[in-house]
């Protein structure tokens, strides 16, 4: 389980993700601790690097140092309890971890995406 520093605020993430859908998103931060949680912070109006930079610090504050963070975008789904996320890049057992992460808050399954880069579209 995570640290209680660490802990996600559910009444700040529903509030963030109430008026949120697939074509009006709010920006959202994941990263990932060493002792293989998540960690996420949404907010409609900051920047996904801004949320990031703040996760890392509150990580580094309760001594859970953490390197990796993903960003992206986030939106409640049409189907109730899923989260969907944008992010861009994740590994394979992101989604297992935050929905662990987000046990609780009525959120039970989530959804993750990977953003297409326009690099990465090129196939010689």
Do not use: H, Q, W
């Not at 996760?55 to 580094?60: I, T, V």
């Not at 990796?68 to 409640?76: H, K, N």
């Not at 996320?85 to 989604?95: F, R």
């Amino acid at each position: 389980m995570p640290d209680s520093s660490m802990s996600i605020d559910f009444g700040a993430l529903k509030r963030a993700l109430a008026g949120s859908d697939k074509s009006n998103p709010v920006n959202c931060a994941v990263i990932l601790l060493p002792d293989r949680t998540a960690s996420l912070k949404v907010d409609r109006r900051r920047s996904a690097k801004t949320l990031a930079k703040e996760l890392m610090a509150e990580s580094k504050e309760a001594g859970e140092a953490s390197k990796r963070c993903f960003l992206g975008e986030a939106y409640m789904d049409e189907f109730p309890g899923m989260l969907s996320l944008t992010l861009n890049k994740a590994p394979s057992s992101l989604s297992l971890m935050l929905r662990v992460a987000v046990r609780g808050s009525g959120f039970n399954k989530v959804d993750i995406t990977v953003a297409a880069n326009e690099d990465e579209s090129e196939e010689g």
